[in-house]
């Protein structure tokens, strides 16, 4: 089912959480809410869910598919909600958990308990719990407690899914698997998912697309791809990754920051250049373009690659470099090694260098 | 190495002061109170329980403390769900006026109570105009001790409340249940065990509570004594064996409650070990 947000705005007393928003989301997407704590997210979800309000001044509308449900009751909406924390009913085992929408269904509507008994043992093979139907919450581990409370959700075949922060709480490796799995359950049963995270790899893993939300405001909604390629702006660029910042000011196509000499294609003026770890190469001598003399002060091998940290002189911060394995052996890096980083790329928000960094600006 | 707390003289020094203490002033005067009440036998004991009179108050007390436990159940429970599950200006302040009751002395409740509801009373002499009489006799009992034993099961309720937070009732409401059902099959399982304890400790203060209670009552033997008023003038009348005859009913009610509370606390922990 799709929905669609219409000038959604809210204020909690005098502050400020959402600026009127508009969103689009199609039917069966699986939509990420990404931003940093504060960012409106989670209050953006719930009021999706009902369980918060929209302003009514400016009037917004909420619409599944065709049916308005700006003012229907939560209850009303057949939504399936997953909570950050799972807020399974501690006093109910597994299976009751998972039947309690049943169970409290209107009794004209409401399943036989024959039929309710076999609809919760599907689901529960479904997330894979079967054996533990008659435990209770508080024994069950943090992933366990998450794949519950999402058949818990799912029992009554909501045709939309909403999630806040469904794996913050879980280690990195049962996170992993809950989402790979969250994602095959989306496209084997085909509901709308609208999940909301602040890890942007989560996010960018996990969408159809990803919605990038900064002080109640959308910032960019995009696919993962074009989010990462093309920002579009500062704030998005930043929040996706990490970033390694070159401020100078650029004379006759050279920027230049302390000792450090970079040719750019750019007129003169105080500039600031972002670059991405993967796109710092590292070499023993210069580049007739890029002269950056730089120490390795920290490596770590993590995974696929391995992340050096570089200090310099002409640096405010540390850089980050992610170079791949066999470079790393062709280079022999060690700590203290003294190397030239030269970017392969970089990108550049000059509008919105004033209001980021003013008092940048007025030192340089 | 040694643990803090572990000098061993200290310890014992420590056990022996709990004791000693424990056993002076707490232990001791009960096990007086039945002593004293049994002194001339198990005859005059009973002839004393049985009395028309001791009989009258025991009736009342009980009576009040039935009207009591339901009055404060309903206002305690719709007051911590008030606090704790909305945001409403006022909210602390209604907080703090939940605990006026702890702060006042009974005897100061009593007073304003005779104020306002007695005959030349602001709202007394209204009510008298239709010949309704509430100080001196037991609807105004009833008043004062629904007055000190309300702040009770709300106290026990809020804190454990605001720690549950209201997630599992969310939840609930966004799989279709109604209010209702929330609240009889989430909200009301989750605090069953605080809302016991508050009951009980109403149940023992309602029973128990005697410097409200003397302002409002009149003391009528065989009409609106309670209990702990009908001891008192027991005691007044030198009947000291009639004084604590009722002395060691209202003890062991006392005792009773602080079993049932035990075994609350008991339940309780095991719970927690199983869940």
């Known amino acids: 089912m799709s929905i669609r947000l219409q000038n959604i705005a809210k204020h909690f007393g005098t502050s400020r959480a959402l600026e009127p928003v508009n969103l689009d989301i199609r039917d069966g997407e699986l939509i990420g809410l990404l931003g940093p704590s504060g960012s409106g997210k989670t209050t953006l979800l719930r009021i999706i869910a009902g369980l918060e309000a929209a302003d009514r001044e400016p009037a917004g509308r909420i619409l599944f598919g065709d049916r308005d449900v700006t003012n229907l009751h939560v209850r009303d909406r057949r939504i399936g909600f997953v909570f950050q924390h799972y807020a399974l009913f501690r006093h109910m085992t597994v299976f009751d958990n998972v039947a309690f929408g049943l169970t409290v269904m209107p009794r004209k509507s409401r399943p036989t308990s024959g039929e309710i008994r076999a609809r919760v043992h599907r689901l529960l093979e479904m997330v894979k719990l079967e054996q533990l139907a008659n435990r209770y919450p508080a024994q069950l581990s943090g992933g366990q407690q998450q794949r519950v409370s999402l058949a818990r959700a799912l029992a009554l075949r909501p045709e939309v899914l909403l999630l806040d922060e469904p794996f913050g709480a879980l280690d990195a490796k049962v996170r992993q698997e809950l989402r790979r799995w969250l994602r095959h359950l989306h496209d084997e049963l085909n509901f709308t998912s609208v999940f909301v995270t602040h890890d942007q790899e989560e996010a960018l893993e996990l969408s159809d697309r990803v919605v990038v939300m900064s002080n109640g405001r959308i910032e960019q909604i995009d696919t993962p791809d074009t989010l990462y390629r093309a920002p579009t702006n500062r704030f998005v660029f930043e929040f996706l990754g990490d970033v390694n910042h070159l401020e100078g000011s650029v004379r006759d196509g050279v920027l230049t920051c302390g000792d450090a000499r970079l040719a750019v294609d750019l007129a003169d003026g105080a500039e600031e250049l972002l670059l991405r770890p993967h796109e710092v190469e590292l070499r023993e001598a210069a580049t007739p373009n890029a002269h950056m003399p730089v120490t390795v002060t920290a490596i770590s091998p993590v995974g696929a690659e391995v992340r050096v940290e570089l200090e310099a002189d002409w640096l405010g911060e540390p850089w980050l470099a992610t170079v791949r394995h066999a470079d790393y052996e062709r280079l022999g890096l060690t700590r203290g090694m003294r190397l030239f980083a030269v970017p392969r790329r970089w990108h550049r928000f000059p509008d919105e260098l004033s209001t980021t960094k003013p008092k940048e600006l007025e030192s340089a | ?269 095991r719970r927690e070990v199983h869940a």
């Open chain 2, 1 to 269: 190495m040694q643990r803090i707390g572990d000098a061993p003289r200290v310890r014992r020094l420590l056990v022996f002061l709990a004791l000693a203490f424990s056993a002076l002033f707490l232990l001791l005067p009960l096990v007086a109170i039945f002593a004293q009440a049994f002194t001339q036998g198990v005859g005059v004991f009973w002839a004393n329980v049985s009395n028309e009179y001791t009989v009258a108050a025991i009736g009342l007390t009980l009576f009040i403390a039935l009207l009591t436990i339901p009055v404060c159940l309903v206002f305690g429970v719709a007051l911590a769900w008030l606090v704790t599950r909305f945001n409403f200006p006022g909210r602390r302040i209604l907080q703090t006026l939940i605990d006026i009751p702890f702060a006042v002395s009974p005897v100061v409740a009593g007073l304003i109570y005779l104020l306002l509801y007695g005959r030349t009373g602001w709202l007394g002499s209204w009510l008298d105009g239709y010949d309704i009489q509430l100080m001196f006799a037991w609807p105004g009992i009833l008043m004062v001790t629904i007055f000190v034993t309300c702040p009770f099961v709300a106290r026990e309720l809020i804190p454990l409340m605001q720690a549950q937070g209201s997630r599992e009732e969310e939840a609930a409401v966004t799989l279709g249940a109604p209010g209702w059902t929330v609240f009889r099959r989430v909200t009301l399982p989750n605090i069953r065990w605080a809302l016991l304890y508050g009951v009980i400790l109403t149940n023992a203060r309602a029973v128990g509570e005697f410097g409200a209670v003397s302002v409002v009552s009149g003391a009528i033997r065989g009409q609106t004594n309670t209990l702990p008023l009908h001891l008192e003038q027991l005691y007044q009348d030198y009947n000291t064996v009639g004084a604590f005859a009722s002395a060691s009913l209202l003890a062991f009610i006392a005792l009773l409650t602080l079993v049932a509370k035990a075994s609350l606390e008991w339940r309780a922990a």
